[in-house]
């Protein structure tokens, strides 16, 4: 078995230990509140542990993914070739982040900076706080940051942008908008 299969394979094992590790140890130790609950006027909404659960189901699910396949193609006799690391791995992995970390950037301040703005000329008053659950400043950051990141992210890695691609980034973000913030009466969007 190639080094390169066998380091695919731990990966996916060690990301479902953890997972594991996370959904019995850390959660139940951490997390006060249950997977679903019922509020103070009797609606069933998502409890305190509702997303990292559905998170660390996720992982895991992903760390089998890696696991299984990188099985089958040993067992296929296809495994993949060992690699050394290069600085060209390094510059690639360096782009990811940078455009993550700007994505997130946009994310967290274009909203209060947007309100800062219309406070400075007196279109509106108050801080962002104030706002922080009010159209359309509370997806200013969302939208723009999710957009502008996504829609970077597809261009480095596929050197082009589709219109489909456009398509696609937009229902995400509308369908996490209609899930998160309208469906989801106690969930705000991120970065709130």
Known sequence: MAVRTRWDIGFGLLTMALSLLALFVW???????????VSAIGRTVPGDAFFPVILAVGIFLLGALQAVLAT?????GRPTPARTLTFSNVRFVAALVAIVLGGLTLMVWLGPLTVDALNTVEVLEGSYRNFSDTAPYKYIGFVVGGFSMTVAL???????????????IITVLAGAILIFDILLKNVLLPPN
């Open 154 to 168: 597809i261009v480095f890695t596929e050197g082009r942008l589709r219109r489909a691609s456009v398509v696609a």
């Open 72 to 76: 089958s193609r040993a067992m296929a």
């Open 27 to 37: 959660f139940p130790n951490d997390i006060v509140g249950g997977f679903i609950e």
